[in-house]
T-cell receptor, first 115, second 109 residues
Framework: NAGVTQTPKFRILKIGQSMTLQCTQD?????MYWYRQDPGMGLKLIYY???????DKGEVPNGYNVSRSTTEDFPLRLELAAPSQTSVYFC??????????????FGPGTRLTVL | KQEVTQIPAALSVPEGENLVLNCSFT??????LQWFRQDPGKGLTSLLL?????REQTSGRLNASLDKSSGRSTLYIAASQPGDSATYLC????????FGTGTRLQVFP
């Protein structure tokens, strides 16, 4: 199993550009998450999904969009990049069988800089 | 709104010391609590997961306790080693994981 994979590892964007951060998991997990981590801070939840076709907002969803057309993939879209979106982005997945008792598995992160 | 706080923010200790990292949360209605380790420039690795019905979990030199009623958890690291140097994050699980800001630990030889 590759676990949770994220691409790209690094990216520099200009203000106003768009991009998609890719996330794929091969563990057949139903829950998937996107977090951002600013320097010296904890992780803040952007969006999450409890299954294919279902997504919901987290703490900091503004400026982002997600989709979940398959169980494996959960891409994060930035439409109009702003310097405030400079951060490290982590994708995670979890197997939930009713009560959330499992641990989340994290990808290695995507370091995004917006100039 | 659930808030998670970790104290201290940073800690520097000599090798061999036993140490305690603290995590507090404001809403006791949680499914579980997890402790993660994060190395610089890396993702998160899960260390311990404590279910809401449990009081503690142990893995090697690590022991985590949970007191839901007081909204507190502690991570105990025995006989610390330089390889333990990392940032330690706690997170409470409701229908989503809410993270603290972490404790940055440095263990020097």
């Amino acid at each position: 199993n590759a676990g949770v994979t994220q691409t790209p590892k690094f990216r520099i964007l200009k203000i106003g550009q768009s991009m998609t951060l890719q996330c794929t998991q091969d563990m057949n997990h139903n829950y998937m998450y996107w977090y951002r981590q600013d320097p010296g801070m904890g992780l803040k939840l952007i969006y999450y999904s409890v299954g294919a076709g279902i997504t919901d907002k987290g703490e900091v969803p503004n400026g982002y969009n997600v989709s979940r057309s398959t169980t494996e993939d959960f891409p994060l879209r930035l439409e109009l990049a702003a310097p405030s979106q400079t951060s490290v982005y982590f994708c995670a997945s979890l197997l939930s069988l009713g009560v959330l008792t499992d641990t989340q598995y994290f990808g290695p992160g995507t370091r995004l800089t917006v100039l | 709104k659930q808030e998670v706080t970790q104290i201290p923010a940073a800690l520097s200790v000599p090798e061999g010391e036993n140490l305690v990292l603290n995590c507090s949360f404001t809403d006791s209605a949680i499914y579980n609590l997890q402790w993660f380790r994060q190395d610089p420039g890396k993702g998160l690795t899960s260390l311990l997961l404590i279910q809401s019905s449990q009081r503690e979990q142990t893995s090697g030199r690590l022991n985590a306790s949970l007191d839901k009623s007081s909204g507190r958890s502690t991570l105990y690291i025995a006989a610390s080693q330089p390889g333990d140097s990392a940032t330690y994050l706690c997170a409470v699980n409701t229908d989503k994981l809410i993270f603290g800001t972490g404790t940055r630990l440095q263990v020097f030889p």
